[in-house]
């Protein structure tokens, strides 16, 4: 027995066992995959208090470090069902079953796709959602980034160093990105910035991605490029088996990281919320931690006083 579970280890997670480590609480993380969350990938990161330049990987190795130094214990398992008895939660993972007087979701999003008919099957032969994990695999050849946020516009800056040309795409005629970033990416001679355009077609040959059709004012043209970098948003990580309110894009719903049910909190990128950054999901790791021991604290006292 727990008290506390929390599901997933990014930035949210990874400060929600913090936090409850420091007040004494007995803390389980299980994640899917690896600690880090999405901002693992990120090449620079200059927008976290206290770091003018830091990489993704150093700062999320930093927090997990942090967190297993000060006795959290984490397991590499898929929660797929939460459910509550009177005080107590049961998480059913792949591999086992356990229990808990609390519980963080923190599972964070992963990345949207194109819809196109052959996109998932150009995974890794043309495709990549992340430019920093396979940028390398371009070096000196043309490609593309989709996107218009943050992300496209970090990915677009990280190529062209790398590659030959880049043709950034974006559906709008403005970007959600910052502004100093789309200046830095005015500055570079090999970044291409096409707007108002949706990339409609992915032309392979011999099973790798050889060129893409893209649509402008209905008008189509033809791009070779040898990889895609897709950055067009993402979609939360809410699949567990569990009766949670969610709004219309199947964002956790919740106050304060609290959500319909009384010991379950969610905080990060799965929170339906207006924001998503790197602060505003240690923000929510660290109220919905407060919240998970002033909640353990309180079923305790009760218990007490029975």
Do not use: W
Not at 117 to 142: M, R, T, V
């Amino acid at each position: 027995m727990y008290d506390i579970i929390i599901v997933g280890a990014g930035p949210a997670g990874l400060t929600a066992a913090i936090y409850a480590k420091r007040f004494n609480k007995s803390v389980l993380i299980l994640e899917e995959t690896t600690y880090g969350g999405q901002i693992i990938n990120t090449l620079e990161i200059e927008n976290y208090p206290g770091y003018k330049n830091i990489s993704g990987f150093d700062l999320m190795t930093n927090m997990y470090e942090h967190a297993i130094e000060l006795g959290s214990n984490i397991k590499i398992e898929k929660v797929e069902k939460i459910t509550k008895e009177k005080d107590i939660f049961t998480v059913k993972t792949n591999n086992n079953e356990y229990k808990s007087l609390s519980i963080i979701i923190s599972t964070g999003a992963k990345s949207r796709k194109l819809g196109l008919p052959n996109e998932e099957k150009l995974i890794g032969s043309g495709i990549s959602y992340c430019a920093i994990c396979d940028g390398n695999f371009y070096k000196n050849k043309d490609v593309a980034v989709i996107g218009g946020g943050n992300t496209a516009l970090d990915d677009a800056t990280h190529l062209a160093d790398i590659c030959n040309k880049v043709y950034l795409i974006h559906r709008r005629d403005t970007f959600k990105g910052e502004s100093y970033l789309l200046d830095s990416i005015k500055n570079k001679s090999n970044i291409e910035i096409i707007t108002n355009t949706n990339v409609i077609e992915l032309i392979e040959e011999d099973n790798k991605l050889k060129e893409i059709i893209i649509e402008k004012e209905n008008t189509k043209s033809n791009i070779l490029v040898s990889g895609v970098f897709v950055a067009i948003g993402q979609i939360p990580s809410s699949d567990i088996e569990i009766t949670l309110e969610k709004d219309k894009q199947e964002y956790y719903i919740s106050n304060d990281c609290k959500t319909n049910i009384e010991g379950l909190f969610v905080s990060g990128d799965v929170r339906s919320k207006k924001y998503r950054q790197l602060t505003t999901a240690v923000s929510d790791g660290t109220i919905a931690s407060l919240g998970a021991i002033e909640y353990i604290d309180k079923i305790k006292c009760d218990k007490v006083t029975e």
